[in-house]
Nanobody, 124 residues
């Protein structure tokens, strides 16, 4: 079993930056993939970025490419989402998710483990 805990959300002005963290615990995380999703009010949860824990290979949604960067610190069992040049439309609850196996997917149905979410609000 894997437990995930996000942190780092908050209120920021447009153009600003935030770094989200996702601490994984419960079992060895070396054979997993981690992803970030977000859900804006009244909208479906959407894929943001994913990383293969063992290789470090990453993938970012087009909407955040060039502004957001997913990474991980294997020694700390922690994943990160660095968010730069934030826009009001990035406002959402951001969720960390994980699955066993190094392949990542953009569908939330592929992920078994979820954090509780952290609110990111970008003011204009």
């Amino acid at each position: 079993q894997v437990q995930l805990k996000e942190s780092g959300g908050g209120l920021v002005q447009a153009g600003g930056s935030l770094r989200l963290s996702c601490a994984a615990s419960g079992r060895t995380f070396s054979s997993h993939a981690m992803a970030w999703f977000r859900q804006a009010p009244g909208k479906e949860r959407m894929f943001v970025a994913a990383i293969s824990w063992s290789s470090g290979n990453t993938y970012h949604a087009d909407s955040v490419k060039g502004r957001f960067t997913i990474s991980r610190d294997s020694a700390k069992n922690t994943g990160y989402l660095q968010m730069n040049s934030l826009k009001p439309e990035d406002t959402a609850v951001y969720y960390c998710a994980a699955k066993y196996g190094s392949n990542w997917y953009t569908s939330e149905k592929q992920y078994n483990y979820w954090g509780q979410g952290t609110q990111v609000t970008v003011s204009s």
